[in-house]
Structures are given as structure tokens and as C-alpha cells.
């Protein structure tokens, strides 16, 4: 098994920058990758970001690509999401999960993901 947790979510205005870690524990060795996702209210559950425990490959969707960076510390067990320039569209629960499955590129789909983080709340005003 492997537990999945994240932190840094918060309050913070249009322009600006927060950044999400996702410490994982337990049997992170059987994992080939580490995915971002997010949901907004009443709308399904979106890719955002992932990334090898290596450091690399590493995939973004197109509406963040460019504004966030994706990082891995394989002695740590941490992923960390650096959102920049935040938008109110990039409001949502931002969840961590960890697929046990080894492909390129790295699934973006929810169901290819075997271990997920319980989310953090990233609220963006106007």
C-alpha cells in the first residue's frame, strides 16, 4: 500500500503563486509515477500534471502547461506542483495520485491511478 498526502492549498488572488507538495510513505518503490489532478464543482476530474519518481518524463495539460512545474525528490518521497500566475479557473481540490504503471507518456487517466491523496482546497479570487 501506499499513502498519499498533500499539503499547501489555500486562499490566494488571481497573479499569484502556490505550491502543493505531495508526500508519499509506504511501498513507494512498487510506483512508476506521480499525477496532479484536480475538481472544480460539479465538473469531472481533471489531469493536470505528472511525473516519474525518476525526474523525468513529466506531462502537463495545455491549460497549465507553460504556468506550472511539476518535481520530483525520489530520497523523499515528495512531488511538488509550483503553480504560477494562477487563474480563477485553476480553482479547485487539487489531489495527488501514484500509478504502479509504467508507460510513455504517463497516464492522464484517472483510472490508470492505483493510490490517491485525500486533496487540497485551491481557492483563486478575481
Known amino acids: 500500500q501506499v499513502q498519499l498526502v498533500e499539503s499547501g492549498g489555500g486562499l490566494v488572488q488571481a497573479g499569484d503563486s502556490l505550491r502543493l507538495s505531495c508526500a508519499a510513505s509506504?511501498?513507494?518503490?512498487?510506483?512508476?509515477?506521480v499525477g496532479w489532478f484536480r475538481q472544480a464543482p460539479g465538473k469531472e476530474r481533471e489531469f493536470v500534471a505528472a511525473?516519474?519518481?525518476?525526474?523525468?518524463?513529466?506531462f502537463y495539460a495545455a491549460s497549465v502547461q507553460g504556468r506550472f512545474t511539476i518535481s520530483s525528490d525520489s530520497d523523499k518521497d515528495t512531488v511538488d506542483l509550483q503553480m504560477n500566475n494562477l487563474k480563477p479557473e485553476d480553482a479547485a481540490v487539487y489531489y495527488c495520485?501514484?500509478?504502479?504503471?509504467?508507460?510513455?507518456?504517463?497516464?492522464?487517466?484517472?483510472?490508470?491511478?492505483?493510490?490517491w491523496g485525500q486533496g487540497t482546497q485551491v481557492t483563486v479570487s478575481s
Open positions: 509506504g511501498r513507494t518503490s512498487s510506483t512508476y509515477a
Open positions: 495520485a501514484a500509478t504502479t504503471v509504467i508507460s510513455y507518456p504517463i497516464h492522464q487517466d484517472t483510472a490508470r491511478y492505483n493510490y
Open positions: 511525473i516519474a519518481w525518476s525526474g523525468e518524463p513529466r
